[in-house]
């Protein structure tokens, strides 16, 4: 089962262009295998694209734009469809792909089975498993790269933090200090007031 990637690579659009790049580019860096087919350069595809885009997904114009994602004939969707799916980490059911071999996923969303607390198992989950992994990872890479450039960055790093920590006490005390000095003018007007009307009477 190849993808087929409806692209136009003569597109004046911006934004089509960065769609097609995004969709394709993912496509890439995850090695899943697809086919791109330009329909600016070749008129069978460009047709074949838009008599089997479905009905529904066709916008008002009727005229579907690029990148339009389809498995061998079935369709998958536009590029938000693709992008919703990517989000939501169902990109190989969005393609009708089996989870790539070594994750966890082994069955289809559709069979997926429900665990007694309620959670879904499925590729959702074990795309976020990976997700995480590879977060750890990159954290993991970051602190041996500031290991292996020694302890330099450490130290000014708690000297700005021990600056910080004077700096922020100094106000605290700046501003006790204007408190207390607001306080005692307050009772210095409080004490003279009955003092002036005194004199008054």
């Known amino acids: 089962m190849v993808i087929k990637v409806f692209v136009a690579t003569s597109s004046g659009s911006i934004a ?3 769609k097609q790049q995004e969709v ?16 600016a350069g ?10 089997n885009v ?12 690029p990148p339009q994602i389809f498995n061998e ?7 938000d469809s693709f992008f919703s799916a990517k989000e939501e980490n ?21 069979e997926a089975s429900s665990l007694p607390n309620g959670d879904v198992t499925g590729e959702a989950q074990s795309a976020t498993e990976e997700t995480q992994k590879a977060e750890q990872t990159g954290d993991n890479e970051v602190q041996k790269e500031d290991a292996e450039d020694g302890s330099n960055l450490a130290e000014p790093q708690e000297k700005n933090e021990e600056a910080g920590e004077t700096a922020s006490k100094e106000t605290e005390e700046i501003a006790e200090e204007g408190a207390a000095e607001e306080a005692e003018e307050e009772e210095a007007d409080k004490e003279e007031e009955p003092g002036e009307e005194e004199e008054d009477s």
Do not use: H
Request: proline share 10%; glycine share 8%; aromatic share 10%.
């Open 42 to 51: 070749d008129e069978d595809n460009r047709k074949w694209m838009r008599e």
């Open 54 to 65: 479905p009905g529904e997904k066709k916008p008002q114009n009727g005229i579907p734009l």
């Open 16 to 18: 089509i262009r960065k």
């Open 73 to 79: 004939e079935q369709y998958c969707g536009d590029f």
């Open 24 to 39: 394709v580019g993912f496509l890439e860096a995850n090695k899943i295998d697809f086919k791109e087919l330009d329909i």
């Open 90 to 110: 169902i990109i190989y059911s969005f393609l009708g792909l089996a989870p790539p071999p070594g994750s966890k996923v082994t069955k289809s969303p559709e």
